[in-house]
């Protein structure tokens, strides 16, 4: 799912999507052979006019360096974030009021506490850590995740609910067990 959104309004201004098994199994730290190919299929009607990506995923966060946000931004050439719900590398450092994720002596991004919540937010291609931190605050509208992610989960959860729906139809005249 990819949301086109309008900022600094978060307006909704289109969608794309893409749907097919994944082609391997959940493996933590290897979320991006997974998901990067149909999440860029996703991106074809959106991606072009963005200026900035919104990953739910590590970016330079991620154990190697290179998470989900880092490839999708390389691939589709756009500066782009990672924002995620758990922490998989590095370590958190307090320094002047914020609360920076350091990997291997680099800080590689910012931890946001929203709403009881951590969000471990890091640069994915071509934006700064601090930068993305500022950022991913801006995109908060009282939820406990930046309104690109909150925008793109609602309407997959709505599309998902469309699609079970049509599928469990019954034929006219058929009584129900």
Do not use: N, W
């Amino acid at each position: 799912m990819a949301v086109l959104l309008e900022y600094p309004s978060m307006r909704l201004i289109k969608y794309g999507y893409a749907s097919a098994p994944p082609p391997i199994p959940y493996v933590p730290g290897f979320l991006a052979f997974r998901e990067a190919p149909l999440l860029l299929k996703a991106c074809l009607p959106v991606c072009g006019e963005a200026d900035l990506l919104v990953v739910d995923g590590h970016g330079a966060s991620h154990p190697r360096g290179l998470g989900i946000a880092s490839h999708i931004g390389v691939v589709l050439d756009k500066p782009s974030i990672g924002v995620a719900k758990k922490r998989l590398a590095g370590g958190v450092v307090e320094s002047g009021g914020e609360m920076l994720l350091v990997l291997h002596g680099q800080v590689v991004g910012v931890l946001l506490r929203v709403r009881g919540r951590s969000l471990y937010v890091s640069t994915g291609h071509r934006v700064s850590p601090r930068t993305a931190g500022r950022l991913v605050e801006r995109m908060m509208r009282g939820g406990r995740l930046p309104e690109p992610t909150r925008i793109a989960d609602m309407i997959s959860h709505e599309l998902v609910s469309r699609l079970r729906s049509s599928h469990c139809t019954r034929r006219s005249g058929e009584e129900q067990p």
